[in-house]
């Protein structure tokens, strides 16, 4: 099967010779071709370039881009998608003055969501999660990352995971899994913090593995949460099992768990809100990706990771939505890019080499997606009749995109 999209306007975030990812000022360069065609083969990319060079074969379908852009399908590296109900009590809660601290210290938070997420059957569960995964492909995500973390329970850890791996079986889209094991301390263990994380070092780590369930193990690795010390009892087991770190860190304070994820070779670092300077320095020369999740800092009204200090000292950083029940309810991508725009001071270049190719990296799939290059997923992104790629982030909370085409085909 193949299909030539030709007269495309701009072609976007073009590699020809592929990159892991990219860091500090190189993050301000976004490769384009102009009046460009794009053959996509058995759901690969297989050639491009601009349209005096364009190949006179037959297709079997062919698509005229006319005024309009291309780029690789958001790569979105930090999800929650898989929950059970909402908590829209605890949004209205906020507006009245309580913090997101108030309302976890009053059951509320990541223990509500474990509650509903506890009763709930798998099939409900599948059913709920599949319409999130539907829209935000629709919205352009071509590669996702899905998180546990609402069970807190061996079994219900499972169960998310299990829906998961369902997922995975029945979209054509790249899922990445992660069994976020310490989110936050079940009240069965509320006096008993060692013992919890025994059951996930004992029970629950070795059965994930043991079963195919997660690539990754994540911590919430927080003042109120776990320490230091517990995430990397975690981290350890986790890697004892061939689970690789990537943890959530530095949201509401900075406690040195960057350093642990450094010292577990964390293949991401996300929310970074708050950042000392040393924060940054120790992430100079690793391979770790810092991750930073706008929609969270606006949904919560917290300080925005400080991604000029990072790119500006030379570091990579890719963006992710967070989509969650309690922090961050959406999962638009493209409300991601604005947001890092216009609040955190990305210029274009600099937000869609974070949502693309560094996004590809923080889940390791950066040889199979996020950039233009032959041999990659055909999975992309056409947009509607626009000036620039600039004016997507600019049209902030508009949808500019008319088709997403995962492996080469319209998801609709
Ligand atoms: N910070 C920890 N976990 C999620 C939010 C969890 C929740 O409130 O349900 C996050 O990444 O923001
Ligand atoms: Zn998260």
Redo the contacts with the bound molecule.
């Keep these: 099967m193949t299909t030539l999209f030709k007269n495309i306007k701009e072609l976007v975030q073009v590699r020809n010779t592929p990159v892991s990812y990219v860091s500090g000022s190189e993050m301000k360069t976004l490769p384009t071709i102009k009046n460009a065609f794009l053959i996509v083969k058995d759901g690969l990319i297989s050639d491009f370039g601009t349209m005096n060079n364009c190949p006179t074969l037959k297709f079997d379908n062919t698509i005229d881009a006319s005024g309009k852009l291309i780029l690789p399908a958001w790569c979105d590296s930090h999800t ?1 998608i898989v929950y059970a109900g909402n908590r829209e009590g605890e949004f209205v809660d906020r507006i009245h003055g309580l913090s997101y601290e108030d309302i976890a210290k009053n059951g509320g ?2 223990l509500n ?1 474990a509650k509903k997420l506890q009763k709930i059957s798998e099939e409900n569960l599948y059913k709920q999660s599949k319409v999130r995964l539907e829209e935000v492909i629709k919205l352009g995500t071509g590669a996702i990352e899905i998180k546990s973390g609402y069970g807190l329970t061996v079994d219900a850890e499972l169960k998310m995971l299990r829906v998961i791996k369902r997922l995975k079986e029945s979209y054509p889209v790249k899922i990445k899994s992660t069994l976020l094991a310490a ?1 936050a301390l079940p009240n069965a263990y509320k006096n008993n913090k060692i013992g919890f994380l025994q059951l996930l070092i004992d029970e629950l780590i070795p059965k994930t593995a043991k079963e195919n369930l997660a690539e990754f193990i994540d911590v ?1 690795c927080e003042t109120g949460y776990f320490s230091v010390e517990d995430t990397e009892l975690i981290l350890k087991a986790g890697k004892a099992h061939g689970l690789l770190p990537k943890i ?1 860190v530095n ?1 509401f304070t900075a406690i040195d768990g960057i350093q642990a994820g450094l010292k577990y070779n964390a293949l991401s670092v996300d ?1 970074l809100e708050e950042m000392r300077k040393e924060d940054i320095m120790d992430l100079k020369n690793t391979a770790t990706m810092p991750v930073a ?1 706008p929609s ?1 800092s606006y949904f919560l009204s917290i300080p925005y990771t400080p991604a000029r200090k990072i790119i500006d000292a030379g570091l990579p950083l890719a963006l992710a939505s ?1 989509y ?5 309810p959406s999962g638009n991508m493209n409300f991601v890019i604005s947001t890092a725009c216009i609040k955190m001071k990305m210029t274009p270049e600099e937000a869609i080499n974070a949502a693309t190719i560094n996004g590809a990296y923080a889940m390791g799939l950066e040889k199979e997606v996020g950039s233009i290059s032959i041999g990659k997923k055909a999975n992309l992104i056409l947009t509607k009749k626009i000036s620039s790629y600039a004016f997507i982030p600019y049209s902030f909370g508009n949808n500019q995109i008319e088709t997403v085409f995962i492996n080469g085909n319209p998801f609709n």
Excluded: E, K, M, V
């Design positions: 929650h938070g990541i969501s989110h919430f959530h949201q929310h999740l969270c967070d969650n029940p309690g922090s961050t």
